[in-house]
């Protein structure tokens, strides 16, 4: 006969038997105290894998004897989704129901416009109550009505502690484990591999047991379980939230000067199979952005970066991207040249369509001449140090200034030869 896996053996079917999540479910948890009331208003649950979505909605459904019903947004279209909310209303009409009927969406960001706004009558009534369950960020994938509908509760990884209790539990509860002898010599590879997530632990208890002689005592060490899995299967998703959030701390870290985080959260990129091209292409924007002026040989260690890179390929080209992240980490920071820009541009969208003043305009015909154009123009190659005094900016914003040198070396420098030669024209 074949058993079930031991991540569903062990699912809790109660809050006192449900690890983490404390912020929800613990003494003054807002999800424990609406099944303490059993007023269960729809939310959304948005957390990494194997943190106990599913099984939270489950246990709320069954604490409050509530009709239950699920729905994949991977395999349920419109049709499904309107015959489900058909059940619901029925239930909600019975005298035999005791909670509001329960919808649970799982994987609700792949629901599209029409699937979601299919579910917006029927929770808008208050004929159902929907809980969603997703990895990525609802802000982005989930449509505002429906958001503003049901509230965004955030699930964690599994700390440590969760992990411990987890291990205790499986060994002396699960019909199956507690019969084995278990020698545990060392859990660091365990909970490392497992990155927080209670199915994979489980899954990796599962597999060890499994491969082992029966009758025979059942060793737990770092090396047994690198071996049984053969390499560290890195949690990322190049398409999801953690690649935003894991390029966004790559960036903030080369910006705060921080070589050490910058290397790290390279490797966790590397790791995860990210195309090496954005990494590059956002080293050469950062070396614009967030170095510029300070150093401009960043942009051109960047941008030779990013050329070396298509030239050599993978893997050898991790250790490119890591001598100019490093690099950029150690180099002088300015933003003034990003600055500049914005300003100039927030300029224009205030003022407009400002005329070139007339010295500085063509005048490749006898009319344009006649009318002023290139009059009065000073060619500053024909004054000393190749500089003249004279108005290059529109009569309007004459004054303005849209570049502030930075502090740093190299801007000041540049900033001191303008300023000479300003004095020199004087």
């Not at 660091?188 to 209670?198: P, Q, S, W």
Request: charged fraction near 25%; glycine fraction near 6%; hydrophobic fraction near 40%.
């Amino acid at each position: 006969m074949t058993r079930a896996p031991l991540a569903e053996r062990l699912r809790p079917t109660s809050l006192n038997d449900y690890i983490g999540q404390k912020h929800l479910v613990g003494e003054n948890g807002i999800i424990r105290k609406m099944i303490e009331t059993g007023k269960v208003n729809s939310f959304i649950l948005w957390g990494p894998p194997g943190v106990g979505k599913t099984t939270l909605a489950r246990i709320v459904a069954t604490t409050t004897e509530s009709p239950f019903y699920t729905l994949s947004a991977v395999t349920s279209g419109v049709k499904e989704v309107r015959d489900v909310i058909q059940r619901c209303e029925a239930d909600a009409r019975s005298m035999f129901t005791k909670g509001r009927p329960i919808l649970f969406i799982d994987e609700i960001h792949r629901f599209n416009k029409s699937q979601q706004d299919s579910l917006l009558g029927a929770v808008e009534k208050g004929t159902v109550t929907l809980i969603g369950a997703t990895t990525e960020n609802p802000s982005f994938e989930v449509i505002r009505p429906l958001l503003s509908r049901a509230q965004v509760y955030t699930l964690n990884p599994l700390d440590k502690d969760d992990l411990e209790d987890l291990l205790k539990r499986a060994l002396e509860n699960d019909t199956v484990l507690k019969e084995r002898t278990f020698n545990i010599k060392s859990k660091d590879a365990l909970f490392r591999f497992t990155g927080g997530d209670a199915r994979k632990l489980l899954n990796i208890l599962d597999l060890i047991e499994q491969s082992s002689p029966e009758n025979q005592e059942i060793e737990i060490s770092d090396e047994i379980v690198t071996r049984s899995l053969q390499q560290n299967p890195a949690a990322y998703d190049r398409n999801g939230e953690m690649h935003y959030d894991i390029i966004s701390a790559f960036i903030k870290s080369i910006r705060g000067s921080d070589p050490q985080a910058a290397v790290y959260w390279l490797a966790r990129m590397v790791a995860g199979g990210e195309d090496p091209a954005f990494i590059a292409r956002r080293l050469v924007i950062l070396a614009a952005e967030d170095i510029g002026l300070a150093n401009p040989n960043a942009i051109l260690l960047a941008n030779a970066t990013f050329d070396v890179l298509n030239k050599i390929g993978w893997p050898e080209g991790r250790i490119i991207l890591s001598e100019c992240a490093i690099y950029l980490a150690n180099s002088p920071k300015s933003n003034t040249a990003y600055m500049a820009i914005n300003n100039a541009l927030k300029a224009v969208e205030q003022t407009g369509n400002l005329p070139v003043p007339l010295h500085l305009r063509n005048a490749p015909t006898k009319l344009m001449a006649d009318l002023g154009y290139n009059k009065g123009y000073k060619y500053a190659h024909d004054y000393e140090g190749n500089y003249v005094t004279q108005q290059y900016l529109p009569s309007e914003i004459e004054n303005t200034e849209f570049w502030k040198p930075g502090n740093n070396p190299s801007e000041a420098k540049m900033n001191a030869y303008l300023e000479s030669l300003k004095l020199k024209n004087k």
